[in-house]
């Protein structure tokens, strides 16, 4: 059975920093394509970040670029998302996901992913 789970979200005041992690278990984790999504109220889910199986290709919106960073650790089953310099509009419930594509590959789309996480919520306040 496969379980993503999420943790480090919270409540931060603009500027601050977060860091997300999802941990992983029930597969083999080397092998999945990595990304973070996030979903604010209303709005439909939207991609945040996604890494490469080895973790040397990364992509991130335009949206976070700059901001946020994108990183895994495959010998501990884990994805991280370091969040830096938040905005109102990056609050939301975030996501983690695991995506079975090739090893070049980068995942910036919902429906490449197979397995996600039940996300963890950050909030944003001035």
């Known amino acids: 059975q496969v ?6 979200g919270g409540s ?3 500027g601050g920093s977060l860091s997300l992690s999802c941990t992983a278990s029930g ?3 080397s092998t999945y394509v990595m990304g973070w999504f996030r979903q604010a109220p209303g709005m439909e889910r939207e991609f945040v970040a996604t890494i490469s199986r080895g973790g040397g290709t990364k992509l991130h919106a335009d949206s976070v670029r700059g ?8 010998a501990k089953n884990m994805v991280y998302l370091q969040m830096n310099n938040l905005k109102p ?3 939301g419930v975030y996501y983690c996901a695991a995506a079975a594509l090739s090893a070049s ?8 992913y197979d397995y996600w996480g039940q996300g963890t919520q950050v909030t944003v306040s001035s």
């Open 27 to 29: 597969l083999t984790f």
């Open 3 to 8: 379980q993503l789970v999420e943790s480090g």
């Open 67 to 74: 901001r946020f960073t994108i990183s895994r650790d495959n």
């Open 12 to 14: 931060v005041q603009v």
């Open 89 to 91: 509009e990056d609050e």
């Open 105 to 112: 590959s980068l995942g910036p789309y919902r429906h490449e």
